[in-house]
């Protein structure tokens, strides 16, 4: 059974910095895409960016180009994600998602069969 474990998250005031990690288990993921999404209250969940787990070639929504790096620790089975320069608008609910790498599309949340429970980080103004 694929789990995927979220932490890191928290209060942070606005232009301050913190580091998400998703820590997974259940199968081997060499082949997966691992994703980010987010979600504030009363709007939809998100795409934020994606790392593939072999090759590491990440990709990013345009709103947080410059400000958000993911990156991951093969050997223990991590991916993260640097939230750097935060806004108060960046306040969600911060998942990580998995799914397996050839069709799909890394931006599309449907494209995902295993999620995590999800972080709250808050930034305050």
């Known amino acids: 059974q694929v789990q995927l474990v979220e932490s890191g998250g928290g209060l942070v005031q606005a232009g301050g910095s913190l580091r998400l990690s998703c820590a997974a288990s259940?199968?081997?993921?060499?082949?997966?895409?691992m994703g980010w999404f987010r979600q504030a209250p009363g709007k939809e969940r998100r795409f934020v960016g994606s790392?593939?787990?072999?090759?590491?070639?990440?990709f990013y929504a345009d709103y947080v180009k410059g400000r958000f790096t993911i990156s991951r620790d093969n050997a223990k089975n991590t991916v993260y994600l640097q939230m750097n320069s935060l806004k108060p608008e960046d306040t969600a609910v911060y998942y990580c998602?998995?799914?397996?790498?050839?069709?799909?599309?890394?931006?599309?949340?449907?494209?995902?069969?295993?999620w995590g429970q999800g972080t709250q980080v808050t930034v305050s103004s």
């Open positions: 259940g199968r081997t993921f060499d082949s997966d895409v």
């Open positions: 998602a998995a799914r397996r790498s050839g069709g799909g599309t890394n931006s599309d949340r449907s494209s995902y069969d295993a």
């Open positions: 790392i593939t787990w072999r090759f590491g070639i990440t």
